[in-house]
């Protein structure tokens, strides 16, 4: 167990519609980054919040968008969705990503399915 | 740019037998990290070791073992008398010191150990 907590677990929708999936890091962790798996693509970083503030973006979708809490944990919002959108999407966090040597801990992730 | 090759797409062996997973980066940056993470069938990314740039020391854990050669960009990961417990999809990582703090991940090597 990693310590990052990520829900729901599996998530089925239909095309059009809009999810919200939720990370929360480890206990002392400032930072979460979110990664989408697909069969296609592979892992790819989609976007980094650190202490609330959003510092990177990665291959991220207009359509999508996250933002970071005061109590850190993290939301990535998928909207006007795709059948192409379906992947397991990774929440990971570190504790300070302006330390250098940080190690991302993943989450077990959340399975979308867009019907 | 960043890139991780796992040439490897997939490997059988059967259990006891030593198997190497191979992994080649690309990167500008003088100072990175190397990363492995294990995707067991359930789906989580599991942390399995990082290595730094600057720390071309090989490293043991158990069954597991780590070659960095800066020489040839290369992060093998040897695993001895390998189990059934071991199969899983394994991914190769790679982390700059400049940029963005994301994660570039290889195409996974999937491996199947055999009773």
């Known amino acids: 167990d990693s310590g990052v907590t990520q829900t729901p677990k599996h998530l089925i929708t239909a095309t059009g519609q809009r999810v919200t999936l939720r990370c929360s890091p480890r206990s002392g962790d400032l930072s979460v980054y979110w990664y989408q798996q697909s069969l296609d693509q592979g892992l790819q970083f989609l976007i980094q919040?650190?202490?609330?503030?959003?510092?990177a973006k990665g291959n991220i979708l207009e359509r999508f968008s996250a933002q970071q809490f005061p109590d850190l944990h993290s939301e990535l919002n998928l909207s006007s969705l795709e059948l192409g959108d379906s992947a397991l999407y990774f929440c990971?966090?570190?504790?300070?990503?302006?330390?250098?040597?940080?190690?991302?801990?993943f989450g077990p992730g959340t399975r979308l399915t867009v019907l | 740019a960043q890139k991780v090759t796992q040439a490897q797409t997939e490997i059988s062996v059967v259990e006891k037998e030593d198997v190497t997973l191979d992994c080649v980066y690309e990167t500008r940056d003088t100072t990175y990290y190397l990363f492995w993470y294990k995707q067991p069938p359930s789906g989580e990314l599991v942390f399995l070791i990082r290595r730094n740039s600057f720390d071309e020391q090989n490293e043991i854990s158990g069954r597991y073992s780590w070659n960095f050669q800066k020489s040839t960009s290369s992060f093998n990961f040897t695993i001895t008398a390998s189990q059934v417990v071991d199969s899983a999809v394994y991914f190769c990582a790679l982390l700059g010191d400049t940029g963005r703090r994301a994660l570039t991940f290889g195409s996974g090597t999937r491996l199947q150990v055999q009773p």
């Open positions: 919040y650190y202490n609330g503030e959003e510092r």
């Open positions: 990971a966090s570190s504790v300070d990503e302006l330390v250098g040597t940080d190690t991302q801990y």
